[in-house]
């Protein structure tokens, strides 16, 4: 179900061909988007439904002017509402056919989100020196997705920690570029589609298939590559919104 970044062609080959835009064999065998769906909350990955594209870079939601058009939950409740309970996501699924969907994170998993060019280099690394690297998505819109166990104590929310852009929560050390969503935010969940007529997707490059590794084994390697490649290119203002206060 996910695509595979490892093989015999190396990390190397086959990451290169996802960052030109070239999907391989494996990406294109994906199944269903409910399959898809099903398999990330048999992960455990709580999901909730979100809004989808509309003609004319527009969100499906009636908010005008949208700030994340797309990218956000269509429920104020979201965070109560995520759940990994099958028959729910069927249904959600089959009811609402055109909508994305998000993870809560904080709950079970947090995700390392970082800017494409710095997660690529980082994956490879981390690949090539035998790290449990877990599942890893890639936002066409110039994100990288790294899904890990959560650092929060979610039986105690006292301990939680709130998501907050370019941070560490275990230090007041600035990391530019990486966000570290926690408790109170959220990801899109592949396979998620993305504003525009160019057919932009969020797609798994590690499928859920993979266990949750501690966030700590990768932080080293992403924070790196982070201080290598931020200014390096342009940020995106849209993916710089995440999350949608709903």
């Known amino acids: ?26 990406a294109a065998d994906t199944g269903s988007r409910e399959a898809l769906l099903l398999a990330a909350a048999g992960a455990g990955l709580p999901l909730a439904p979100a809004a989808h594209p ?23 409740a979201w965070q109560t509402q995520s759940t990994t309970d099958r028959a729910q996501i069927e249904r959600w699924a089959r009811h609402q056919p055109q909508a994305n969907f ?7 998993h947090d995700v390392l989100d970082v800017p494409v060019e710095a997660g690529a280099e980082a994956l490879e690394n981390l690949l090539a020196a035998g790290v449990e690297v877990g599942p890893v998505a ?23 920690w709130p998501c907050e852009l ?6 007041a050390d600035e990391h530019p570029g990486m966000r570290w969503h926690c408790r109170g935010s959220y990801v899109l969940v592949p396979p998620a589609r993305l504003p ?12 859920p298939e993979h266990p949750l590794p501690d966030p700590l084994t990768l932080l080293e390697s992403l924070t790196d ?8 290119e342009p940020q995106h203002d849209v993916a710089s919104a995440w999350p949608l206060r709903h």
Request: charged share 30%.
């Open 138 to 160: 890639r936002s066409d819109d110039g994100r990288m997705l790294f899904f890990t166990l959560t650092r929060g104590t979610p039986e105690d929310e006292d301990e939680w």
């Open 102 to 108: 998000i993870t809560a994170t904080g709950m079970v």
């Open 225 to 232: 590559a982070c201080a290598r490649h931020v200014g390096a």
């Open 166 to 171: 370019d941070c560490h929560p275990e230090t």
């Open 1 to 26: 179900m996910s695509a595979e970044i490892g093989g015999r062609n190396g990390p190397q080959g086959k990451l290169s061909r996802w960052l030109r835009g070239r999907r391989p064999k494996e």
């Open 196 to 207: 525009g007529d160019d057919g932009q997707q969020v797609r798994w490059l590690r499928g």
């Open 54 to 76: 509309a003609p004319g870079y527009r969100c499906s939601c009636d908010r005008v002017g949208c700030p994340t058009p797309a990218r956000h939950p269509v429920s104020f």
